[in-house]
């Protein structure tokens, strides 16, 4: 009984510590939305926590800044252009991260650890050191400021990590599940999508968000890559919302949130995958 | 199996098909088009756009606009290099175009010195333009930076008149202390940018107590930072910003954002009297204002007028402005200049996007919405002196960097002026060396 309240209580400093960073985590992005909600001259003349003087004021809240932002501008647009841009994306390096990964666990060829060590090493080279090579690729395939140019930049820039964390997953299923699949005779091909996809699933599922979010929320590939506004994803056209000085930021306010919206849907409806994905190949099994 | 396999494929080899049509038409549409990056956004992207319709109306020539916001730097920078350079751009400051113009990578625009329009153009916008004696950028909107904004209605009420001299400048902020005003609202945050609100204030001093023949030496850095007069525009500068003169102390300048500064030259929430009385910054921080303070009006509540220079002459003006540069010579890309260089275009601009100033001298005063900024187009008009900013004129690691920071410092008072002005001397010095700026 002592020892339980004891234990209970040894926890104490943990449970304060981890409540102290969530409100640290929170707080800014709570400021944003309570902003969002007020008109433009309070947000210009007073901070966000001064609603809470007089939260029953109807006066202090007003949905106009999402009025414009939804209304005013291209935003429906981009929305879908960030879909069109993400999804292809995202597929295309799973496809190819999962083939790769495969390949490197449990196909023999010579330099194969060598090869591997060199794309692992390409995690830390900044994606920005590449711009200028690819957009001379691109400008002379006729590449740039197409989809499939962005499709391509984006799952190249994902692949070191992805091929990484599938090879690491993957060298941990068990060795007898792919000897007594080839003595039934199957081929290479068989294996992969009859074992190897599907054991592979919490992998594949974590690494999808992972790199959906990283897609969705990027902006300076997007920058680079897409000159043209009609195709341009929801990043840019909110940055574009701000004036060459930084008037009217507060419409950024409620456009973070818009963007936000399907970030954290696909969060909190595939965040078990999320955890569990995170620990994949930690532990050789 | 096979079929997996083949469903794959097919699927792989559609979607880059569909992908190689589609930047094929891309391609082909390319050429009627000129492709335009633009630094606007928001409010003023919108009015671009209207005027880039009508410039589609009237030639026939179609724009594609392609916004990057605030990283033109970047976003232009790495196209040119990697050789998709667009056909025009706009950029804010003659430090970058400069870049251009040493790699080669601009087109000329002498042809429009021969043209009637170079003629209009308010004095000081061609040399700004000009790189070693070649035009290069074209500016047809501008904002004048030598503005210093005040409550009027305290000035009314307590007989301040609008100084003349920098004397009677400085006897006036002295005069305001008496009555227990803070003269000056001053702000120097702007995230990475902190500082550039100051190096404005000591580009206009430096304009009056050195002159401008000094003031492009220091520009093109063929003075050292470490010469006298360049000090002595700090501490000139320093008789504007000490603990005193600045609304909550000098060392809160660089906390205060440079938006939020220019406001509290009105009453902010919930008080009778402004914190400041007077707040120097262009003509575009009206916005801001109007923002803050949605009911004052301009012209009754609050005012502008001119920095004054030293003596009674008419002070020199320093302006800012976006830089037409074209990185390919075809003849839709010289209409487009020409159509934006003209009165007409310049007048719609100015009327529709209230803040800027037009440089043709051939557009009317009637077309600014109010006195204030009547007052600042004509300045801009008649000044004998007008200078482009010259933190953006100088080389990107100065402009753009030591000379922020060397700011910052000066006015939180944590270094000496002596070990600022060495460090800003000892980065320009290896800015020139290591070849990314020439003298």
Known sequence: M??????????????????ILCIVWLLPTLGIFVSSFRPRNDIMNSGWW??????????????????????????????????????????LSLFFAALAGYAFAWLHFPGRNLLFLTIVGLIVVPLQMTFIPILKIYSSTGLYGSYVGIWLAHAGYGMPLMIYMMRNFMGGLPKELFESAFIDGASVWTAFTRLVVPLSKPVIASLAIFQFLWIWNDLIVALIYMPDPSKAP???????????????????????????????????????????????GAVKG | MINKKLISLTFLTLILTIGLVFSGTFVAFGQEKVTFVTSFGGEELEVFKSLMNQFTEDTGIEVEIQPVSRNMKTALG????????????????????????????????????????????????????????????????????????????????????????????????NKMVGDGY???????????????PGTDWLEDIMLRSAGPEVYDQWVNHDIPWTDPRVAEAFRIFDLFINDDMVMGGRKAASTINFGDAA???????????????????????????????????????????IFPSFGKESPPILFAGDLFIAFKDKPEVRELIKYFASADIQQTWVEENPGRLAVNVDVPLSAYPNDTLRNAAQALKEAETARFDGSDSMTSAIGSGSFWSGVVNYVQGEKSLSDILETIESDADNAYESGEATD
């Open chain 2, 78 to 173: 790495s196209r040119v290099e990697g050789g998709n350079p667009p056909d025009m751009a706009n950029v804010p400051n003659p430090g970058l175009m400069n870049n251009f113009a040493r790699r080669g990578q601009l087109a000329s625009l002498d042809w429009f010195k021969d043209t009637e329009l170079a003629d209009k153009m308010a004095g000081g916008f061609i040399g700004s333009g000009s790189y070693k004696g070649t035009l290069y950028g074209v500016v047809p909107a501008a904002s004048v930076k030598s503005l210093v904004w005040y409550n009027k209605k305290v000035f009314e009420e307590k007989g301040y008149e609008v100084p003349e001299t920098i004397g009677e400048l400085l006897q006036l902020q």
């Open chain 2, 182 to 196: 803070a003269p000056w609202a001053f702000g120097l945050e702007s995230g990475a940018a902190t500082g550039w």
């Open chain 1, 50 to 91: 001064s609603v809470f003087l007089d939260p029953a004021n109807p006066q202090n809240y007003t949905v106009q800044n999402y009025v414009d932002v939804l209304f005013g501008n291209s935003i429906w647009q981009s929305f879908l252009n960030s879909f069109i841009i993400a999804v292809p994306s995202t597929f």
């Open chain 1, 2 to 19: 002592i020892q339980k309240i004891l234990k209970l209580f040894s926890r104490v400093p943990l449970h304060v510590l981890v409540i």
């Open chain 1, 234 to 280: 929801i990043t840019l056209t909110i940055a574009n919302l701000v004036g060459s000085e930084g008037q009217s930021w507060h419409l950024l306010l409620p456009a973070a949130f818009i963007s936000m919206v399907l970030p954290l849907m696909v969060f909190f409806s595939l965040q078990r995958y999320f955890v569990r994905g995170l620990t994949a």
């Open chain 2, 263 to 305: 406001q509290y030259i009105l009453p902010t929430q919930g008080r009778e009297e402004p914190r400041a009385l007077m707040h120097r910054q262009a003509t575009f921080i009206q916005d801001f204002i109007e923002d803050a303070h949605p009911d004052a009006k301009v012209g009754e509540d609050y005012d502008t007028f």
